[in-house]
């Protein structure tokens, strides 16, 4: 594999994680306060599989890859903020 083609890919493992860990981490609790107790029971299990997955993965990164993978989650989680403030505002503004 060449090497601009294994840091391609090694940016999507991160990237995909990073996803994974905004999903398990920070927005989770927003939802498990609105499903039932079943659905609940099914997307604890989810998160608590996922978290551990990301232990996982993170055990085995370089210093240089944890720091790119904060990054990466801080960017998208900064992301999610600012969409969700411009649906808000767009939500206003439809009234």
Request: hydrophobic share 35%; net charge negative; proline share 0%.
């Amino acid at each position: 594999m060449s090497n601009t083609k294994e840091k391609e890919h090694q940016l999507n493992i991160l990237i995909t994680i990073a996803l994974l860990k905004v999903f398990s981490n920070d927005y989770s609790a927003y939802l498990i306060g609105e499903l039932h107790k079943e659905k609940k029971h099914w997307f604890n299990s989810t998160v608590n599989a996922s978290n551990n997955f990301i232990k996982e993965i993170e055990s085995d990164l370089s210093e240089a890859n944890k720091e790119m993978l904060q990054d990466l989650n801080d960017d998208i989680l900064n992301g999610l903020i600012n969409l969700k403030k411009d649906l808000l505002c767009g939500l206003q503004t439809d009234k």
